[in-house]
């Protein structure tokens, strides 16, 4: 007697963790600089360096206020860490979501300051950092 279970026709083969396919980190990396880079090419944000990496893409900017224009875009969360050296290192952390091809991309957006240096309110407020 069958296995009230089995269906009909030629079985799946069910392939075990250790078997599976996992993406490699280049093919990851790949995919999220362009990912990143296909926003960028769309928007035109400001992105003179553009490092993509198999966890993250990082872009740093020449100037602290074109953070806003990240923000704008991905909204994501604003810090402000001063340095020992007297600059504030402005990093903003945002995501493109996942698509049918690719996961979602984490995106960290750096800009540096000088300790002083107006920065624009709504990152100041964004961050929590007083005027």
Do not use: K, Y
Not at 81 to 98: G, H, S
């Amino acid at each position: 007697m069958s296995n009230p279970t089995d269906l009909p026709g030629e079985s799946v083969r069910v392939m075990r963790l250790p078997e599976a396919p996992l993406p490699s980190p280049f093919a990851r990396q790949r995919d999220n600089a362009t990912a990143v880079q296909a926003l960028i090419d769309r928007t035109g944000l400001p992105a003179p360096t553009v490092v993509a990496q198999p966890d993250a893409v990082h872009v740093v900017l020449a100037d602290v206020d074109d953070l806003a224009l990240w923000r704008a875009e991905l909204d994501g969360r604003v810090r402000a860490d001063v340095t020992p050296w007297r600059t504030v290192e402005w990093t903003l952390f945002c995501q493109l979501a996942a698509t049918r091809r690719r996961g979602a991309v984490l995106v960290v957006v750096h800009a540096l300051a000088v300790l002083g240096q107006d920065v624009l309110p709504s990152l100041r407020d964004a961050a929590g950092v007083a005027a």
